[in-house]
């Protein structure tokens, strides 16, 4: 990477990161009128208002102190209820369990916590821009592992297996998947489980969007036999429960590694935020309804959005999960960021260059439908136009 | 009867049956007919728009009526609900457990308008043994929607 010899000698470790694509894709979008995104991967729901009336009283009534560096209390006995309702999942709240400034956090602290300089990160390959730079900054290694259309963006075993050397310490995945909407089967999922418990690695598993399946069961890796002792699994509230900006999420792990996650969640972060403490309690107490509704309601908008595009010669794969599809915009021989640029000046829609997620999402862009539906027709018209021009 | 598609109409009455069958997985011909048997067998009673008359400047005198009845032989409260709800002017009438019997939405274009109506017509009724009249002062939200201006919610740039 080159460094950049300005003024203030800004460390290696902040030049060595790349800028984000996307970052660059939104500076242009920002300049623009009149345009519809499907840019930006957060749900176009506010938070139920139950939710967010829960953290309003916590403030009438005063409560704005720090809580404990893990979490209230309360938040994670609903955490452990939830986790083991939910997916089967048995973790201890009172130490196997941390509250984090939302999964981005998490992962940072799951990095830290197991990687050392030279460790090598097993990463599928188109992921969500954050899990590359995460490792990197842990001065870890990131290793990609392609992953293909024709196999529905799933993390093939074999393809894991061929890329373990001395020094691969973890796998980090996530399924649903950003930006590819994919999902993985529980079998795959197994097999990854097997490669990883042979070879002794952790499984770090960023399980988000595991709320947002259509169709599909969501298995998490860490209620697969004999994985729950080699599973970091992440989770969230922000695409959910439609709570992006309240910034609060969890770790669930084995004591020792929740033990070392905390110790640098506490000299880092304190605590999260406690009116986002009080808003997650009443999520998880009575949150199930509104996440049902709006599963509802996104895939209606996936069924219009993926057939839209299958019908304007954009061939896209059947996402599971998540709320992006994933087109192959191969057939108009332009790159991704070419098309995404085009598309965006020239009919006003916003989509995301597939590139930005890795290599193999050259010759895709990321359509995300947490929008209305009256927006998405709208988008697909515009992107007809589009591709009759070029298709 | 299909709710799949009920609950997609009753949110946007628009939607095509061509949609519909996109995010029902059923057969655009099957919707049409379905949505038809609906309308026929009135789970469809009709397709309205809501619209914000306080926009255009156009005002609607609204107010409540609290109707004390008494309710008849063999026929309960629906004969006398009846004789209520025939008038156009009741838009909207329910029957109440409680303190009164029947709740009626009565609107007009004045308040003399609708001040005359409950006088002249729904107090007179044999049966009805006493009214009381709310006008309403303002609307906020009505059948799920919150009629004040929503505000953008603007998404700033962020990278995810
Ligand atoms: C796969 C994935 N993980 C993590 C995040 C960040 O989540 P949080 O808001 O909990 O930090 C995102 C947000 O886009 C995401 O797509």
């Known amino acids: 990477m080159p460094a950049n010899p300005g003024k203030y000698h800004i460390s290696q470790r902040a030049n060595q990161l790349s800028p984000s694509g996307i970052r660059k894709f939104f500076d242009l979008l920002a300049s623009i009128e009149g345009v519809i995104s499907l840019g930006v991967g957060e749900p176009d729901f506010a938070t139920p208002w139950h939710i967010s009336e829960a953290a309003i009283y916590s403030l009438e009534k005063g409560m704005t102190m720090y809580t404990s560096n893990s979490g209230m209390p309360e938040l994670r006995q609903e955490l452990s209820s939830h986790l083991r309702n939910n997916f089967s999942l048995e973790y201890d709240p009172a130490s196997e369990l941390l509250i984090t400034v939302g999964v981005s956090e998490a992962l940072d602290l799951a990095m830290r916590a197991l990687i050392n300089p ?3 990160v097993i990463i599928p390959d188109p992921c969500y821009v954050a899990y590359g730079s995460c490792v990197i900054l842990a001065e870890g290694v990131p290793v990609m592992v392609p992953t293909h ?6 993390l093939n075993a ?4 061929a890329r373990i050397t001395p020094k691969t310490r973890a796998i980090l995945i996530g399924y649903p998947a950003n930006p590819t909407g994919a999902v993985m089967s529980r079998e795959h999922l197994s097999q990854i489980a097997e490669v990883a418990r042979r070879h002794g690695l952790m499984v770090i598993s960023d399980e988000i969007y595991a ?8 298995t998490s890796v860490a209620s697969l036999p004999g994985m729950k002792e080699n599973t970091v699994l992440l989770g969230g509230f922000s695409k959910a429960y439609a709570m992006t900006g309240w910034r609060i999420g969890y770790a669930a792990a084995p004591r020792e590694i929740i033990a070392a996650m905390t110790k640098i969640h506490q000299y880092t972060m304190m605590c999260v935020p406690t009116m986002a403490q009080y808003a997650a309690i009443e999520a998880l107490k009575s949150g199930e309804d509104d996440v049902a509704e709006m599963v509802e309601d996104y895939n209606r908008r996936r069924l219009v959005i993926v057939k839209g595009l299958c ?6 794969f059947e996402p599971k999960g998540a709320f992006y599809a994933f087109p192959s915009i191969k057939s108009t021989g332009m790159t991704s960021e070419e098309f995404a640029e085009r598309l965006l000046t020239e009919e006003k829609v916003a989509v995301v260059p597939g590139s930005a997620f890795g290599q193999c999402g050259e010759g895709y862009v990321r359509c995300c439908y947490a929008t209305s539906l009256a927006e998405i027709e709208e988008s697909l018209s515009r992107m007809k136009r589009f591709i009759a021009k070029y298709g | 009867m299909n709710k799949e598609i009920l609950k997609i109409l009753e949110n946007d009455a628009r939607t095509s049956p061509e949609q519909i069958a996109t995010m029902t997985g059923i057969s655009p011909k099957e919707v049409t007919n379905l949505i038809k048997q609906a309308e026929k067998e009135r789970v469809i009673l009709k397709y309205k728009t809501m619209i914000n008359w306080d926009k255009v400047g156009n005002e609607q005198v609204s107010a409540l009526i609290e109707v004390k009845v008494t309710p008849q032989r063999d026929a309960g ?11 156009p002017q009741a838009r909207t009438v329910y029957l109440l457990s409680g303190a ?13 308008e609708v001040a005359d109506f409950v006088s002249q017509k729904l107090a007179p009724l044999e049966g009805v043994q006493g009214t009381v009249t709310h006008f309403m002062l303002k609307r906020y939200k009505e059948d799920g929607e919150i009629i004040e201006e929503k505000e953008e919610t603007k998404r700033q740039q962020v990278v995810l």
């Open chain 1, 158 to 161: 074999e393809d894991v297996e």
């Open chain 1, 149 to 154: 259309q024709e196999n529905n963006f799933e």
């Open chain 2, 77 to 87: 409260f629906d004969s006398i609900a009846e004789r209520i709800y025939r008038f």
């Open chain 1, 311 to 316: 019908e304007i010669g954009l061939s896209c």
């Open chain 2, 100 to 112: 009164y019997d029947l709740l009626v939405l009565v609107t007009g274009k004045t308040m003399h």
């Open chain 1, 211 to 218: 709320k947002l399946v259509y169709g599909v069961e969501h």
């Open chain 1, 118 to 120: 030279g460790d090598e």
